[in-house]
């Protein structure tokens, strides 16, 4: 059985996806990067090859991701893309008349504007990291609640409370400053995702121009919180499509299969890589 690999590796985590010939999901996989991607990348290899059936062929690996050349040298990679083409490819895959993208990892977000099947326009986080998953996880736990209920009480609160969400600081201010006189938590929970959607919007999506069909990939897009304030904030649906927090895996595993029908050959390394432990973890143990 022939498969194609893509792999994102991102400064949060790490996303590997595999497709067959007819780009059906075979197996998926995501984990956290924790400041060592080569582990990461080796410890995923061992994973997908454990969840893959034994006949598994690889004729095309692609990686993607902030440290997508470091990975794509690890594995023996037949493409090296960045990150707005994959999850636009991945985008167009699942929602065939997607016109807007909006991808928020760990640290990292992004609007792709599509149209017909192409992107014409993206914009990036800079700097400010406010709206993103690891300020929602921090935010999440200095309420005393895990991300699962961060998203269930967003979801399910009534009118928002106001937050100034400029940036991490002032918003994490703001929230202290409305619980100290007695706001209610779930309304500031919500006016927060609603303050970290209009930052996205001014700051990111500024100057682009937001038509539906609107996609929402990413980790960040398991928050219904953050769903329910893109909702309000544009007044349209938006689509958060299945295995969304692997979408720029996905599209790096189509643009392999892509690139192997040129007949160029493989050069994955093969699983058997995972196997082996990154001079990162023999300097640890050295060490210890």
Same mark, same amino acid.
């Given at each position: 059985?022939? %498969? $194609? *690999?893509?792999?994102?590796?991102?400064? +949060?985590?790490?996303? #590997? !996806?595999? =497709?067959?010939?007819? /780009?059906?999901? @075979?197996?998926? %996989? $995501? *984990?956290?990067?924790?400041?060592?991607? +080569?582990?990461?990348? #080796? !410890?995923? =290899?061992?994973?997908? /090859?454990?969840? @893959?059936?034994?006949?598994?062929?690889?004729?095309?690996?692609?990686?993607?991701?902030?440290?997508?050349?470091?990975?794509?040298?690890?594995?023996?990679?037949?493409?090296?893309?960045?990150?707005?083409?994959?999850?636009?490819?991945?985008?167009?895959?699942?929602?065939?008349?997607?016109?807007?993208?909006?991808?928020?990892?760990?640290?990292?977000?992004?609007?792709?504007?599509?149209?017909?099947?192409?992107?014409?326009?993206?914009?990036?986080?800079?700097?400010?990291?406010?709206?993103?998953?690891?300020?929602?996880?921090?935010?999440?736990?200095?309420?005393?609640?895990?991300?699962?209920?961060?998203?269930?009480?967003?979801?399910?609160?009534?009118?928002?409370?106001?937050?100034?969400?400029?940036?991490?600081?002032?918003?994490?201010?703001?929230?202290?400053?409305?619980?100290?006189?007695?706001?209610?938590?779930?309304?500031?929970?919500?006016?927060?995702?609603?303050?970290?959607?209009?930052?996205?919007?001014?700051?990111?999506?500024?100057?682009?121009?937001?038509?539906?069909?609107?996609?929402?990939?990413?980790?960040?897009?398991?928050?219904?919180?953050?769903?329910?304030?893109?909702?309000?904030?544009?007044?349209?649906?938006?689509?958060?499509?299945?295995?969304?927090?692997?979408?720029?895996?996905?599209?790096?595993?189509?643009?392999?299969?892509?690139?192997?029908?040129?007949?160029?050959?493989?050069?994955?390394?093969?699983?058997?890589?995972?196997?082996?432990?990154?001079?990162?973890?023999?300097?640890?143990?050295?060490?210890?």
């Amino acid at each position: 059985m022939k %498969l $194609y *690999l893509g792999i994102d590796v991102g400064s +949060v985590t790490t996303k #590997l !996806a595999a =497709l067959d010939a007819g /780009e059906d999901l @075979l197996a998926s %996989l $995501y *984990l956290p990067t924790a400041g060592r991607p +080569v582990d990461a990348v #080796l !410890a995923g =290899l061992r994973q997908m /090859e454990a969840d @893959l059936p034994p006949e598994a062929d690889v004729d095309g690996v692609a990686t993607t991701g902030s440290a997508r050349d470091l990975a794509g040298t690890v594995v023996g990679a037949d493409l090296i893309k960045n990150e707005i083409t994959c999850q636009a490819v991945a985008a167009v895959r699942a929602v065939p008349d997607v016109r807007t993208v909006i991808e928020i990892g760990g640290q990292d977000s992004k609007i792709i504007i599509i149209r017909d099947g192409m992107v014409a326009d993206f914009g990036m986080n800079t700097v400010c990291a406010a709206g993103t998953g690891s300020f929602l996880d921090h935010q999440a736990a200095r309420l005393g609640m895990d991300i699962g209920e961060f998203s269930r009480r967003a979801f399910e609160a009534g009118a928002p409370v106001n937050i100034a969400g400029r940036c991490t600081v002032f918003a994490e201010s703001e929230m202290i400053h409305k619980q100290q006189t007695g706001r209610d938590v779930d309304g500031i929970i919500y006016g927060l995702c609603r303050a970290l959607v209009r930052n996205f919007l001014s700051d990111v999506a500024s100057g682009k121009e937001i038509t539906p069909p609107v996609v929402f990939q990413g980790g960040v897009a398991f928050n219904r919180g953050m769903v329910r304030a893109f909702t309000d904030e544009l007044g349209t649906e938006i689509i958060v499509p299945p295995h969304h927090e692997v979408m720029g895996a996905i599209g790096a595993a189509m643009l392999a299969r892509e690139h192997a029908e040129t007949g160029a050959g493989s050069r994955f390394k093969g699983f058997e890589i995972g196997r082996q432990a990154s001079p990162a973890s023999r300097e640890s143990r050295e060490i210890a």
